[in-house]
């Protein structure tokens, strides 16, 4: 009985610690955001049918806003060596910026930045975070 109670006592107060916005205790991204994240699959910086939408929106946008510098931020899931994720990172990031460069954004307007797996959106150790945390984040600098 005692067991059970401090098992239900741990698990209340651990949930309400790690809510920090979001569903299901996930961090929810920077509010207001415009340009949205891209994806990517395991081991890959290859841009898909998806990522490659989205950049066209984020382009659009960008395109539009002339005054707007944008840093891309390359993101990794656990797996893999820091060493590693922190290359795939930053191949993820030139992925992200140079399809937006094709699509007509100055290239002087864009960074690159790779965090690895150091700044995962998903705190979780699972599938469904890793495909989460594996991305192209945008933040507007100005």
Known sequence: MIFAL???????????????GGPDNIPVAEAGDVLRDVNF????????????KILADNASWLNAN?????????????RGT?????ALGARRAKA??????????????ISTVSYGEEMP????????AWARNRRAHFRILN
């Open 6 to 20: 401090l098992t239900f006592v741990g698990t209340g107060c651990a949930c309400r610690a790690k809510k920090v």
């Open 41 to 52: 699959a395991f081991d890959s910086s290859q841009l898909d049918a998806t990522a490659r």
């Open 66 to 78: 002339p005054s707007k510098n944008v840093q891309v931020e390359g993101h990794c899931d656990e």
């Open 82 to 86: 820091n060493e590693y994720n922190m």
């Open 96 to 109: 992200a910026a140079d399809y937006l460069v094709s699509l007509g954004v100055a290239a002087s307007r």
């Open 121 to 128: 959106l998903d705190p979780r150790h699972n599938e469904e």
